[in-house]
């Protein structure tokens, strides 16, 4: 740029026919107030153009000067120039109007706060800002860090654009579901890749389907959950196809790159940080069910109507009827008939409330601490930190413990030669409720349908078991959850070492030569434990029954506990070489080339044992010796996986710059992976992509639009791709052992899947194009982007006709398009030395169109074709009849349920082809909220600090489980209040095969047996669209002055109050703890959390 | 700029080095390619267990089902032939499973050319799996197929025939007739390649030459083939033709899979909730001389409540599909369709001499040597009945033969099979239909 200018002083004949004057003045660093040598002063090309009518004048020209040894400088311009500019690299460019006065100027330049040497780092590269041709956005931690948070996955929740995090689950260590741009893909993860300090990290993907017990149940080891988010410097998310396609087939999701904490140059720092935090206890009365009054009121209408006949003989009111003979009686003459011990009983029951919520939830106080140290001169630098998070969950029995120690240190061996290392090392322990038996061990679950008039324990102290908790007519296994809670245990132990050793050499300023090595090692220990006196045990000795002939039986489960064991071992390491070529040439041409290779091998073993007859005192198990076991996978006691996966890619990078104006990126990358049962033409994907960046505030018609700060253009393209292992043009097999006769047991091997040649790769096209604006000295910074992607040939699983040998087989059977737009404000709203506010503002938009899509000829839903990817389908009704039952539309009208099904007595709606059922839904909304974003603010006043952040989804259509069922009301179970309006409004009423009513029997047949699509729970009645604005975080923080401190030698003392989750505006999400989870009947209400905490730094 | 060189061979190294370090095979996984490999292939086709044998003795008449047994909603509309509207919970007849074992015996004959390793091993495998492909489409033709009627044959429809892998192909269903001469001819190519005359004990439950040919005697019996049947069975009975003596006291059940007799012990005949959970109807109760029938305690064990229970069970050692006694049964049978029932009475007397004390034999002599051709017939399907009692016989007995009227009482209600009743033909499992719409 220097030279340039000198250049363009040597053109001064153009100007020789006006009328000239003389500037002069002196240039000083504002910071330094030393003078600035080598500034450039100018005017911009612009002017001249217009102002010079001269015929052959070439646009563009500019007259300048640059500052001399002591800052001053002297030009001549013309007559008519009444401003100038001020430029020098890494401050501000100054705009000086000319007055009265041309001499004498005194320029103060400011420093560029942000722009100086803002560096993004890819994990593959650092790329300076202005040369960056992607969209990408970059957070400090320190600016979202929460307290009792302790993943940073959630701290991200609302801070960036297009970045869509839902909390589905309020159990400690439960993960975030995070969707970076929408899904493209319809079977696989949606998880994107988190990559540490260069390193992707392993771990298991998050489920997709947080309505799954499941999913929310199990136990499970995350990729970024043993990192301390106090480590974490700062994160960078990578959001097109130019900025991941450097990552491979993986990065298909989207790239979240951490960038941890190194140590700073200079004295030796240590800080401190402690916080307590108290996590509420859930609010029991949102969940909107029956207290005991309402429950037995409920129970005695049951009884009174003798249509209702499913389970009369559960509830606690009936089980009194009966034991005082009087249910028929109660049935035919009423309460006031029965004989008054019944009816005393009865009342009694009114009376008797178990507030589960009390039972089952808790408030719990917390803690977490961390410790750092770091420093550094100019051949070393160092960071060590320890953090302890400890966190019970509002669940009891529910809680994490984490404990980390992180190490970094790097060297500068010669000066071409600099090494890094880096340790991070953790131990999480995450406890919870045992899970498998079946739903009633979840305690969100058990609380909604445990009767409020339920005794935990009797008046000796002994458990109450749940009398209706029966699991056949015949067999009750005596459930009470305080027992169960007592007798089981589940634990997740995670270990895990991630260590890094990096090497730079630098041949010259133009050549880098790096190698760096990854290793993760991770060791999951998780025990499940049931003792012998514990519903689990009892449950699991029924798979044990056997016939000994005559009608009875026994069972072969050993006496004692079983204790499960899933011992998993995984080791990756990642290597990766690159060789970065920077060069600039006649000043305004600059090249970056980096050519790599990466190589990166996966194991995992994982050891599943099962101990029957465990005894907690010997610890030790007995063995099954029953023949009748060895068939039965429940009782395998050992079972070993093994898994290895190799990738070797090669990738480089080219990017191009011209006069800093122009960028022109592009990128290639070749996967590999391991071969086996691979189709040869698929052994190595080609990835790339091509992106352009048009600064445009460096062009010179911008000098003179004063508002504008900075403007930026970005266009990119690029294609990435996925081929799934799982399929072959072979036919693999997977070795077995069977015995087909006695005496001789060979080894088989089982086709694993269908062979196909016909199997292409899935390929996302992406293009983004986007716009950086700073307006207003970048008090105002917008940036916007627009993307469009397509997934075409996702592969999928097609049911085929089962001669063919198989009943699915993976096909490419979809294509899906996202687009969407991003927009992210940040303002500094007021900047005083006192008082500062600013705020940052986001909001995405995506929506996913399934283009095309293969049906599925046993598929009781529509197809998703035209729709989006979570695209909810309903029944929709149109209220009830006089008795009820609900109504339906068709061709404008309304109709009974026996018409919209086609029900005729002796075919029970059998007749219904699978299309006829796929034609009773309508499309009734999208799953993914419609605008999603959040909307921060600090405030700084003096000493004080207050930070806001919200976060909210719009527009998002849930489907919820249906508060009851009409023909299947078990008067043993409480329900939400919902059921009491059973037969109003919208709410169908409960219906018996004998209730009045035209065709009452034919509807009560269809939905109580016949409905195999279980088209009860898809009626739109359920369905719900809900939007909410969450306030995350409410922080307030008092720093101590510091005149105090440095008598102490404290360079800082913070204290701070923070309020997490603590309100939410909405819809109402009645029957739910969290608008998140709405529908969810399983998980874990979200913790609200209050925290005092400090931090201190020597 | 010599640095550069350096980095640069290192790039091609690695590039080099490249195919072997993505060459994991997993551990467990491979494609098969040699003998032994596509021996384990074909022996996990042998193992999937098929229970159309148990299924079709739920719908034929040698078993009462209570109400009250354990397990009644699996089997009870089988049990009272409610095709109609059954309980989703009922059984499935085995379609799928079959289908399975059909892929695996088509990759085995595919393939038959490019498998690595000794030629006899390859050739016997192979015969192997073209028996075993054509005893899957015997199976299948006869649950789900009207039985084979040389006049309506090739009109009446089968079940579909594959015979080759092909992911985009139809399946029509085939005409009975095309199925048989598939089975006809996979059987004649099995005889042209298999080795081994009898298999070892423990691996019996593989075909040899005696097994095919006891396969291809009942394809005839079943195609009312006699004479043609006669001639594969005395084949059959030039390699074994020892019949398990129940005079000599033997802990080992002439159905098992290492009595003499024992040919192929492939298929489950009974399972747990068979055994335990069903009795004995009186139909075949009655059927035995209790006293002179040797048969009778050995087949089965009497409760205290007077019911009995099958001997013949789950465990795997009764597996049964072909034995010597079928041979001599099928012959009599035969020989009196053919009217020499001179012939065919020898044959059956002589056969029913190991069967019955030497008192009820002479009874039974006397019995036999009464009837004239029509009664004998009948006789010998009724000697088939004792014989193979609980073995999946059966019910394909009834069907292929006089198609008789069947009453059946459950839960005090009486349901009736009608003479040459539709139902005969088992309909079509719900999810072979909803994924092949030719069905």
């Given at each position: 740029?220097?030279?340039?200018i ?20 002196k ?5 330094t ?16 153009g ?21 800052g001053?400088?002297?030009?001549k311009v ?26 004498g ?43 009792g948070?302790?993943?940073v ?8 654009a297009?970045?869509?995090?839902q ?22 993860s ?12 392993e ?42 396609s450097?990552?491979?087939?993986r ?37 909107n069910?029956?207290?005991?009054s309402?429950?037995v ?5 049951l009884a ?18 009966n ?8 049935r ?11 009816q ?42 320890a ?33 890094g ?5 953790n ?7 045992i ?22 324990k009797?008046?000796n ?19 009470n959850i ?19 050793f990096?090497?730079?050499y ?7 030569f ?11 220990k ?7 006196n ?34 998993t ?31 990166r091998?996966n ?7 099962k ?16 023949e ?5 996978a ?20 080219a990017?191009?710059?011209f006069?800093?104006?122009?960028t022109?990126?592009?990128?290639l990358?070749?996967d ?5 049962g ?15 960046s ?6 010179d018609?911008?000098y003179?639009v004063?508002i ?34 006695p005496?001789l ?22 293009s983004?194009i ?11 910074y ?40 991003e927009?992210a ?7 005083t ?9 986001n ?13 599925r ?6 197809s ?23 109504l ?46 959040g ?9 004080f600090?207050?930070g ?15 508060s009851?069922?009409l023909?299947l ?7 939400s ?6 037969g ?22 269809w ?31 008092y ?22 989750n603590l309100?939410v ?5 009645k ?8 529908g ?5 209400p979200i ?12 | ?34 003998v ?40 009870k ?7 109609l509207?059954?309980s ?18 088509n ?6 050319k ?21 005893l ?7 649950m789900?197929?009207?039985?084979y ?11 579909p ?18 199925v048989?001469?598939?089975?006809l ?22 075909f ?14 079943y ?8 001639d ?8 074994n033709?020892v019949?398990?003596?129940?005079n ?7 159905s ?6 024992s040919?192929?012990?492939l ?11 069903t ?9 035995y001389?209790q ?20 001997n013949?069970?789950?465990?795997t ?24 029932t001179?012939m ?25 040597n ?8 009948t ?20 069907k ?8 059946k ?7 009736t099979?009608e003479k ?20």
């Amino acid at each position: 740029m220097k030279k340039l200018i000198y250049l363009l002083i040597f053109i001064p004949s153009l100007l020789i026919a006006q009328k000239q004057k003389v500037i002069s003045g002196k240039v000083i660093d504002g910071a330094t107030q030393m003078p600035i040598v080598g500034a450039s002063v100018y005017i911009s090309s612009a002017i001249i153009g217009n102002k010079t009518k001269i015929e052959g004048v070439i646009e563009g020209a500019m007259l300048g000067s640059t500052t001399d040894f002591d800052g001053e400088f002297s030009l001549k311009v013309s007559d008519d120039i009444n401003f100038f500019l001020v430029s020098y690299i890494g401050f501000e460019t100054e705009k000086i109007a000319i007055t009265e006065h041309n001499t004498g100027f005194v320029i103060v330049l400011k420093e560029k706060a942000e722009m100086l040497d803002e560096i993004v780092l890819t994990g593959y590269q650092k790329i300076e800002k202005r040369k960056m041709t992607s969209s990408y956005a970059k957070v400090k931690v320190a600016e979202i860090q929460q307290a009792g948070v302790s993943n940073v996955d959630q701290m991200l929740t609302g801070q960036i654009a297009g970045v869509v995090i839902q909390s589905t689950n309020g159990a400690p260590g439960a993960p975030a579901k995070i969707a970076i741009r929408g899904t493209s893909t319809l079977n696989g993860s949606s998880d994107p890749l988190w990559v540490l300090d260069g390193i992707p990290l392993e771990g298991s993907d998050v489920p997709k389907d947080f309505s799954d017990k499941d999913n929310i149940d199990n136990l499970q080891s995350y990729a970024i959950a043993g990192l301390n988010p106090d480590d974490i410097e700062s994160i960078t998310v990578l959001k097109d196809a130019s900025a991941t396609s450097i990552y491979g087939a993986r990065a298909a999701n989207g790239v979240i790159v951490i960038t941890s904490k190194r140590g700073k140059k200079g004295a030796m720092r240590i800080n401190f940080n402690a916080t307590s935090f108290v996590t509420q206890k859930p609010d029991f009365s949102k969940l909107n069910l029956m207290n005991s009054s309402e429950k037995v009121d409920f129970e005695l209408m049951l009884a009174s109507r003798s249509d209702l006949t499913y389970q009369q003989d559960r509830g606690q009111v009936a089980r009194i009827l009966n034991a005082y003979n009087q249910y028929n009686n109660f049935r035919d003459n009423g309460f006031s008939s029965i004989s008054s011990e019944a009816q005393d009983a009865i009342n009694n029951l009114k009376n008797t409330n178990t507030n589960w919520g009390d039972q089952l939830y808790q408030m719990a106080l917390n803690q977490q601490y961390s410790f750092s140290l770091s420093g550094g001169n100019d051949k070393n630098d160092y960071y060590f930190s320890a953090g302890l998070f400890d966190e019970k969950g509002t669940t009891k029995g529910t809680g994490q413990k984490r404990y980390t120690i992180t190490l970094k240190n790097n060297f500068s061996i010669t000066d071409k030669l600099t090494a890094g290392v880096s340790l991070f090392g953790n131990q999480n322990t995450t406890d919870s409720y045992i899970t498998g038996a079946d739903a009633y061990t979840n305690p969100s679950y058990y609380s909604r349908n445990a009767n409020p008039y339920l005794q935990v324990k009797d008046e000796n102290g002994n458990f109450v078991y749940d009398p209706d908790l029966i699991e056949r007519s015949d067999l009750n296994l005596d459930y009470n959850i305080l027992e169960e809670r007592q007798n089981t245990d589940y634990q997740l132990i995670s270990n895990s070492i991630k260590s890094i050793f990096d090497v730079n050499y630098k041949f010259n300023n133009e050549l880098l030569f790096n190698t760096q090595l990854g290793l993760q090692l991770d060791f999951n220990k998780t025990e499940k434990f049931g003792d012998i006196n514990s519903y689990y045990t009892r449950k699991y000795k029924q798979k044990s029954k056997y016939s000994t002939g005559n009608g009875n039986y026994d069972y072969f489960l050993p006496e004692g506990g079983i204790i499960q064991n899933w011992n998993t071992n995984a080791f990756q390491y990642n290597w990766k070489t690159t060789v970065n070529y920077n060069t600039k040439f006649n000043q305004i041409h600059e090249l970056d080339v980096m050519l790599g290779t990466e190589f990166r091998r996966n194991q995992q073993t994982e050891i599943h044992t099962k101990g029957f007859g465990f005894n907690s005192k010997t610890l030790t198990t007995i063995p099954i010796t029953d023949e009748r076991a060895l068939e039965n996978a429940a009782f395998e006691t050992y079972k070993k996986n093994f898994n290895e996966n190799a990738y070797a890619s090669f990738f480089g990078t080219a990017s191009y710059t011209f006069d800093k104006k122009y960028t022109f990126f592009s990128s290639l990358r070749y996967d590999g992976s391991n071969l086996f049962g691979v189709d040869p033409k698929f052994r190595y994907l080609p990835l790339w992509s091509l992106a352009g960046s048009w600064n445009v505030f460096r062009e010179d018609f911008m000098y003179d639009v004063d508002i504008v700060t900075d403007l930026k253009l970005r266009a990119s393209y690029g294609v990435q791709g996925n081929i799934d292992k799982s399929t072959s043009p072979f036919v693999i097999g997977e070795y077995y052992s069977e015995s087909i006769l006695p005496g001789l047991t060979e080894e088989v091997i089982r086709a694993l899947t269908a062979p196909n040649g016909k199997l292409r790769w899935e390929k996302t096209v992406s293009s983004n194009i986007g716009l950086d604006l700073g307006l207003l000295k970048n008090k105002i910074y917008i940036s916007g982007d627009y993307y469009y992607r397509k997934s075409t040939d996702l592969i999928g699983l097609k049911s085929v006709p089962l001669e063919s040998g198989f009943n699915f087989i993976n096909t490419n059977w979809a294509t899906v398009s996202n687009r969407g737009f991003e927009l992210a404000i940040n303002t500094r709203n007021i900047t005083t030395p006192d008082f500062k506010w600013t705020s940052s503002f986001n909001i995405s938009h995506n929506k996913s169109i399934v283009d095309e899509i293969e049906i599925r000829e046993e598929d009781f839903k529509p197809s998703l074709k035209g729709y989006s990817v979570n695209a909810i389908f309903a029944i929709k009704t149109a209220g009830l009849d006089s008795e009820g039952l609900p109504l339906f539309w068709r061709d404008g009208k309304k109709i009974s349920a026996v018409d919209f099904y086609n029900l005729d007595n002796g075919t029970d709606g059998s007749q219904l082809s699978r299309e006829d059922h796929r034609n009773l839904y309508s499309y009734v909304g999208d799953g993914t909220p419609k605008f999603s974003g959040g909307f921060n603010n600090k405030f700084n006043y003096k000493q004080f600090y207050l930070g806001i952040s919200t976060n909210f989804n719009l527009k998002q259509t849930v489907k919820s489980t249906p508060s009851y069922h009409l023909s299947l009301v078990e008067p043993g179970k409480n329900y939400s209040s919902e059921i009491l309006n059973a037969g109003t409004g919208k709410f169908p009423a409960l219906i018996g095969p004998t209730t009045p009513g035209f065709d009452t029997d034919l509807v009560y047949s269809w939905y109580n047996s016949f409905d195999d699509g279980k088209t009860y729970n898809d009626l739109d009645i359920w369905v719900k669209e809900i939007s909410y604005i969450r306030i995350s975080s409410i922080k307030l923080g008092y720093e101590l002055p510091r005149e105090y401190l440095e008598k102490l030698k404290i360079s800082s003392l913070n204290f701070n109050i923070e309020g997490r989750n603590l309100l939410v505006f909405g819809t109402d999400y009645k029957g739910f703890f969290d608008p998140e989870s709405y529908g969810s009947i399983y998980s874990q209400p979200i913790p609200k959390i209050i925290s005092l905490g400090f931090n201190l730094s020597f | 700029m010599k640095n550069i060189k350096y980095i640069y061979l290192i790039l091609i190294l690695n590039f080099i080095a490249c195919d072997d370090y993505l060459d994991i095979e997993p551990v467990g996984q491979v494609i098969p390619k040699t003998v032994e490999e596509y021996r384990s292939f074909l022996t996990s086709a042998y193992a999937s267990p098929i229970k159309h044998k148990v299924l079709t003795t739920y719908r034929a008449d040698e078993i009462n089902l209570d109400k009250n047994a354990e397990g009644v909603s699996y089997y009870k509309d089988i049990f009272i032939w409610n095709d109609l509207n059954p309980s989703p919970l009922t059984s499935s007849f085995p379609y799928a499973i079959m289908y399975r074992n059909i892929f695996y015996t088509n990759h085995v004959i595919e393939n038959s050319k490019t498998i690595i390793g000794n030629q006899t091993a390859i050739n016997q495998l192979v015969g192997e799996a073209y028996a075993l492909r054509a005893l899957h489409y015997f199976q299948l033709v006869n649950m789900y197929g009207k039985p084979y009627n040389k006049t309506t044959a090739s009109t009446d429809l089968g079940v579909p025939i594959t015979t080759k892998y092909d992911s985009d192909k139809e399946y029509p269903l085939q005409t009975i007739e095309k199925v048989y001469a598939q089975i006809l001819s996979d059987i004649e190519n099995a005889e042209g390649l298999l080795t081994i005359e009898q298999q070892a004990l423990g691996y019996n439950y593989r075909f040899s030459k005696i097994a095919v040919k006891a396969f291809k005697s009942r394809v005839y019996l079943y195609q009312q083939e006699w004479q043609k049947s006669i001639d594969v069975a005395n084949e059959a009975l030039t390699i074994n033709s020892v019949i398990q003596n129940l005079n000599v006291a033997s802990s080992i059940m002439p159905s098992e899979y290492n009595s003499v007799e024992s040919i192929l012990a492939l298929e489950t005949i009974a399972d747990f909730d068979l055994v335990n959970h069903t009795t004995i109807s009186t139909g075949l109760i009655n059927s035995y001389n209790q006293v002179e029938d040797l048969r009778f305690p050995v087949y089965f064990s009497k409760n205290t409540n007077g019911t009995f229970n099958s001997n013949k069970g789950s465990d795997t050692k009764y597996k049964s599909s072909y034995r010597t006694s079928e041979l001599y049964l099928t012959i009599a049978e035969s020989l009196a369709e053919l009217n020499k029932t001179e012939m065919a009475k020898q044959q059956l007397l002589e056969f029913a001499k190991y069967r019955y004390t030497p008192a009820g034999w002479e009874l039974y002599k006397t019995k036999v040597n009464l009837l004239d051709t029509n009664n004998l017939v009948t006789e010998i399907l009724e000697e088939r009945r004792r014989e193979f009692a609980i073995e999946g016989h059966r019910w394909y007995d009834l069907k292929r033969t006089t198609q008789p009227k069947l009453t059946k009482v459950f839960n005090g209600t009486l349901y009736t099979l009608e003479k040459n009743d539709a139902r005969y033909v088992i309909p079509f499992p719900n999810d072979a239909i909803i994924n092949n719409p030719n069905l």
